[in-house]
């Protein structure tokens, strides 16, 4: 049993965990950086160990001084919350090999769909689909051009190790093919320190929409809930719902199953996502999975009334899917906007003091933050500053509450993209579930 808990990360999922901690009676451990010394994850954890400086490189992604923090504060455990770390397969067995329990799957399976050209191959042996595509052996020219022919136009240009909408680029035609490997390999070199590439069909107006997947040692794979997170900016979710609007019945098995496979070829364990693209026609095709926590995981909890943190814990301690609590209330909709210190309409980052930071106490209105009144927003970090969650039994009645709740939220001294989700809540098409992942560059 987990007595305590190393939290490796900030902000607001910190802050999560280490509330379901609380719960269960663990003792949480916060990590921080130099700027993050006076943050609210710091306040709240029952202990909390300095890391290093403000870079990212410095601190929360240093995995010998995280461990030291481990070590020093005597962690049974370690949680590495999503993004940073968490899908850090050396990080992973630096844990174990420390003998502290890491909160996540084996390593070799994080490593393994690290690499997108290794997943897609992994997908294609298990008979699960793949958008139409090709590994590039070769950047050289005529090389490209031909496995693009092969294809056909537009595509997309993807780095093998690539994530969070970074290091892709789409194709309209061959004459806009080098460039496009060009950016590509330099942003793949920069972000994931590898060119590797791979070239894949473009879909027409698809629709993200993802299973939440749970695995136990014992070999049991079970798909516990999809996820529509069509509506992005420049690759990355700010709105996502459970479940997804106008997606049939027939469409929801298949993507379920297609999970279960996806992950049963893997022998996967603890939490995880498997995120798909869905056609016009529901097809669906294998985009990646993502071997931790999702920022978005609140709306299934809220539709399934499972805590996802306690599962995690559970499951890494060895127990089984079947005898997994679920002990909250399930809505039948769910909707979460992601809060982020930018520019509404540039999206640039907008760091600054928070001067005020106020929200209205609804009843069914969840807020998942990691910042307060006085807190400030720094630019070493991801802008996200936290997430409303808006259930229950209506959708119409869901989205006029986030509404309402959003136009009466009070965030002043930086700016955020409120104002943005307030426009794509009240858009016509996005209130009928007329989504993909091209609507907000469609809609600003």
Not at 2 to 29: D, F, W
Not at 91 to 108: D, M, T
Not at 374 to 400: A, F, H, L, N, Q
């Amino acid at each position: 049993m987990v007595k305590k808990l190393l939290i490796a990360n900030r902000g607001e999922i910190a802050c999560r965990i280490i509330r379901t901690c609380k719960r269960l009676n663990i003792i949480s451990v916060a990590v921080y950086s130099e700027a993050d010394a006076s943050s609210m994850h710091v306040k709240m954890a029952d202990e909390a160990a300095a890391i290093g400086g403000s870079r990212v490189k410095e601190s929360y992604l240093n995995i010998d001084h995280v461990l030291q923090a481990a070590k020093d504060t005597g962690a049974d455990a370690v949680h590495p919350g999503y993004g940073l770390l968490s899908e850090n397969a050396e990080f992973a067995a630096r844990v174990k090999e420390e003998g502290i329990l890491f909160i996540g799957p084996e390593e070799h399976i994080i490593e393994k769909m690290g690499d997108k050209i290794e997943a897609r191959q992994l997908m294609i042996q298990a008979g699960v689909p793949v958008v139409p595509g090709v590994e590039l052996a070769s950047t050289e020219e005529a090389q490209v051009v031909s496995a693009a022919r092969d294809i056909g136009y537009p595509l997309m240009v993807k780095a093998a190790a690539g994530g969070g909408g970074i290091g892709m680029q789409k194709v309209e035609n061959e004459a806009a093919l080098m460039k496009a490997v060009s950016s590509v390999i330099k942003k793949a070199e920069t972000f994931f320190g590898s060119a590797a590439l791979f070239l894949e069909k473009y879909i027409e107006e698809p629709r993200h929409i993802e299973a939440q997947i749970a695995g136990d040692v014992h070999g049991e794979i079970r798909a516990i809930g999809t996820r529509d997170c069509s509506i992005q900016r420049r690759h990355q979710k700010v709105v996502e719902e459970a479940p997804p609007p106008n997606f049939s019945e027939a469409g929801e098995e298949a993507l379920k199953k297609a999970a279960e496979k996806a992950a049963g070829a893997l022998n996967y364990t603890n939490v995880g996502t498997v995120e798909f693209l869905v056609d016009e026609a529901e097809n669906v095709y294998f985009l990646e999975m993502n071997t931790r926590l999702q920022v978005e995981h609140p709306v299934t909890e809220e539709t399934t009334g499972i805590d996802l943190v306690e599962w995690q814990i559970l499951l890494a301690e060895g127990e089984r899917i079947s005898e997994l609590p679920v002990t909250g209330k399930a809505e039948n909709c769910s909707l979460e906007v992601r809060l982020y210190a930018e520019d509404p309409k540039t999206f640039f980052p907008s760091p600054g003091k928070i001067t005020a930071w106020s929200f209205p106490e609804v009843q069914g209105v969840r807020y998942d933050s990691g910042f307060t009144s006085g807190d400030t927003i720094t630019p070493y970090y991801d802008p996200m500053i936290g997430k409303v969650i808006v259930s229950g039994e209506k959708r119409e009645d869901v989205i006029k509450k986030l509404i309402y709740v959003l136009e009466e939220a009070e965030v002043t001294g930086i700016k955020t993209n409120i104002p943005m989700l307030i426009e794509v809540l009240k858009d016509v098409r996005f209130q009928n579930g007329e989504v993909s992942t091209h609507f907000l560059m469609q809609t600003l």
